[in-house]
């Protein structure tokens, strides 16, 4: 069951204090407390704030200077935490890399000033190494700095870190967060999920994303409690032997996830305790009722419902699903506290409950702007975003979302909704993802099944045609691929 709300002071704005200043002030409350756990290496959070000075001190003799941006190219870990941390303490700008270094596409015409490596990541030192305008300096014993020689320049003084959006067409994009804007999102995402220095979390999705960074790992920082860093390739082993050890109390998923770890619970090969959660939370994309339902089960606890965007800061509603048989199960939940969500109609205007439109966002934690995008505003556009997404605001305030704008299709005298599509698929087989697209006249749908999970695919266009009629024997092209070997693959 989840706590009653936990009070939380300085409300009102934080005017020019950093989120970093913020974070050390509270820490100061429970010097003892265990902070970050990672194998078996761990900091209290007076050993985390002596490391964060001893790497600030690094960075400053490397000459790192306030509002460089700082990327650092590594997996989750201990010392990724903590140099993220003394990058932000230093008033520089970080900037979490997880994933393949490509997808930031020519590093010399990006503004990033210093790459921070692991001396185990072999590939990105090498990468690197061979560009003639990167050079390399010797930092700590886990990392070194990589400095970008082409002309760069710094961040807007208020700029926090800078996290990636996925965005609608998969290609990822960089965000500019500020500290107010940060700080304003963690509260409101604290006292929707009612986080607590009792709290130990266990963290596997990525920190380069702004649900992993913001959602979690910062909300739990700021409240003091404890994060054990699991590893993304291995979480799914380390979750049968960890959880009951360390009592972990909030995991947070993204629907890919949900769906692997239900799967393997029906597989009778997932034999973790699961007793000390008393919520887990879901977001980042869609999921389906069918995976949450079955996820209350799996885990004996809510699973709490999240909506964001990266853009937005990333937290905008929540919805606490307690009971399967909710009957507002298909809603993200009412915006978080100081987040107002309209519905608005083609011409600007907001629509009244009930009606069908595209979904506006204003809160203080929205982005600055897109880094080193100048076709984009480089400055927050009024705290206000309009998204790709269209939904509906029911009479009590919850906002559905339906799916994105052109993500429907007409079969017969209907016109459904992609989701609609995935929904019948997640039913009835075991998919760890589905993406659909149109192209020309018809519905391509591309389907990873789980691994070893057998499927036919006149099966999929019997369900198919059972859900959707005769006419999706044209409309529907189904191509059936292997499942990834790593969830986070995008």
């Not at 001893?54 to 000459?63: E, I, K």
């Not at 887990?280 to 009722?289: F, K, Q, Y």
Request: with cysteine.
């Amino acid at each position: 069951v989840l706590r009653q709300p936990h009070p939380l002071p300085d409300w009102n704005g934080v005017g020019r204090e950093t989120l970093v200043n913020v974070l050390r002030r509270r820490h100061e409350q429970h010097p003892e407390k265990t902070a970050l756990i990672e194998g078996k290496r761990s900091l209290t959070y007076a050993e985390l704030w002596e490391q964060i000075r001893y790497q600030q001190r690094m960075l400053r003799r490397a000459g790192v200077v306030p509002g460089q941006v700082v990327a650092i190219c590594s997996p989750n870990s201990l010392d990724m935490s903590t140099l993220f941390l003394a990058v932000m303490a230093l008033k520089a700008v970080p900037f979490v890399v997880n994933y393949r270094i490509e997808v930031l596409g020519d590093l010399s015409q990006l503004n990033v000033v210093w790459f921070a490596v692991p001396r185990t990541s072999i590939s990105i030192r090498k990468q690197l190494a061979s560009e003639p305008y990167m050079e390399q300096r010797p930092f700590d014993a886990r990392f070194d700095l990589f400095r970008n020689t082409c002309p760069t320049r710094t961040t807007a003084d208020d700029t926090a870190l800078l996290v990636t959006s996925s965005g609608s067409s998969g290609n990822a994009k960089v965000v500019q967060l500020t500290n107010s804007g940060t700080l304003f999102n963690i509260r409101a995402n604290v006292q929707a999920l009612n986080l607590s220095p009792d709290d130990v979390t266990a963290i596997a999705l990525p920190m380069g994303y702004s649900y992993g960074l913001v959602g979690q790992f910062l909300s739990h920082l700021y409240v003091g409690a404890t994060i054990l860093l699991l590893d993304p390739m291995f979480f799914l082993h380390q979750m049968v032997w960890l959880f009951g050890r360390h009592r972990v109390t909030t995991l947070f998923l993204v629907p890919p996830m949900v769906r692997q770890l239900n799967y393997l619970h029906d597989r009778k090969l997932l034999p973790a305790d699961f007793s000390t959660l008393r919520f887990v939370a879901v977001g980042g994309n869609r999921i389906e009722t069918t995976a949450i339902r079955k996820a209350m089960q799996v885990f004996g606890c809510p699973v709490i419902k999240t909506y964001g965007l990266a853009e937005a800061g990333p937290r905008v509603a929540t919805h606490p699903v307690y009971h399967s048989a909710d009957p507002d199960v298909e809603s993200v939940g009412l915006p978080n506290r100081g987040v107002r969500v309209q519905i608005v109609g083609d011409e600007g205007e907001e629509l009244l409950p009930g009606n069908i439109g595209t979904v506006r966002i204003h809160s203080p934690s929205v982005m600055m702007g897109y880094f080193n995008a100048p076709a984009c505003p480089s400055h927050r556009p009024h705290a206000t975003i309009m998204t790709k997404d269209v939904g509906y605001l029911d009479s009590q305030g919850r906002l559905f979302v339906l799916g994105r704008k052109g993500d429907q299709f007409q079969a017969g005298e209907r016109t459904y909704w992609f989701r609609e599509v995935e929904n019948v698929l997640y039913a009835h087989f075991a998919f760890l993802k589905v993406a659909l697209r149109h192209q020309e006249s018809q519905i391509h749908i591309a389907a990873i099944a789980m691994k070893d999970y057998p499927v036919q695919e006149t099966d999929v266009h019997e369900r198919l045609r059972e859900a959707f009629g005769p006419s999706c024997n044209r409309l529907f092209v189904f191509t059936l691929m292997r499942t990834n070997t790593l969830l986070n693959e995008k």
